[in-house]
């Protein structure tokens, strides 16, 4: 961990964006002085390559000395990420990592985050802690990625129906509904979902639905129930039953510890 503190780079944001559909109008950029990291938490971003991959949930991005941030999404789609800007104190330096990589555990990902921005925005703890958390975490992170990179292609049909699910939670979706978007089947789509994420087409929904609940407590005003409504749940009994199961505390409860 000591060499990670000996790194000239001071963190100075931490926070997320979220585009409009198709992507970002303003792309945003790294000065000559800065690295600006982009994490993916939902949704799809074209890359870099010389023939631009399509690039989803767990992608890192890393830009340095006037590269700009990630910026074109698919014309009905669109990309929520996790944005941290650092500052360097030393002339020249770079940081010696690829543009991008993939964070394989996404789940991981999630829950790191979201306690690192309670951490830079509330508990107001040392910035240059949290920095130097950050960049052992995504350092770490990186090298995992390499090692499984035999691993590192998503499969295509599994894009599609996460893709799907991204933009269409707030509605009613059925498994149907998810499959036809991706061209499989019903058992196809469970069978892509637990090869590939560990999970069943239905849980995906259900914690991209909580997620954005948890964003939308922490950083908003609304009422519980008009939430619940915005993000699938027009029962907010079920949508409390729900959030409590998968955050471990309600609703409430959540909105307090970012809202002191």
Not at 137 to 150: H, I, M, Q
Not at 162 to 181: C, G, H, M, Q, W
Not at 213 to 220: E, F, I, N
Request: charged share 20%; with cysteine; glycine share 6%.
């Amino acid at each position: 961990m000591n060499s990670w503190r000996n790194l000239p780079l001071h963190l100075i944001g931490f926070g997320t964006y979220k585009s409009p559909a198709g992507g970002s109008r303003k792309p945003a950029w790294a000065a000559g002085n800065q690295v600006l990291l982009e994490i993916i938490q939902e949704g799809s971003v074209y890359g870099f390559e010389e023939t631009p991959v399509l690039h989803g949930e767990g992608s890192v991005f890393c830009h340095q000395a006037g590269q700009v941030s990630v910026s074109e999404s698919p014309a009905e789609s669109y990309y929520h990420c996790y944005v941290v800007r650092f500052e360097c104190r030393q002339k020249n330096w770079r940081l010696e990592w690829p543009r991008c990589f993939q964070w394989k555990d996404r789940k991981s990902m999630h829950a790191f985050a979201a306690e690192l921005l309670h951490a830079f925005h509330y508990a107001a703890m040392d910035r240059d802690v949290i920095g130097d958390l950050i960049l052992a975490r995504l350092g770490f992170e990186l090298e995992r990625s390499r090692s499984l990179e035999r691993t590192q292609a998503v499969h295509p049909q599994l894009s599609l129906a996460t893709d799907f699910i991204n933009r269409s939670y707030a509605k009613p979706v059925s498994l149907e509904d998810v499959a036809k978007a991706a061209g499989v089947s019903v058992s196809h789509l469970h069978l892509l979902f637990r090869a590939h994420l560990g999970e069943s087409p239905h849980q995906y929904l259900i914690q991209k639905r909580l997620r954005i609940a948890g964003h939308a407590l922490a950083t908003g005003n609304q009422s519980i129930k008009v939430l619940a409504a915005e993000v699938g749940y027009p029962n907010a009994e079920n949508f409390c039953r729900a959030f409590k199961k998968f955050f471990g505390r309600s609703a409430s409860e959540y909105r307090r510890a970012y809202f002191r």
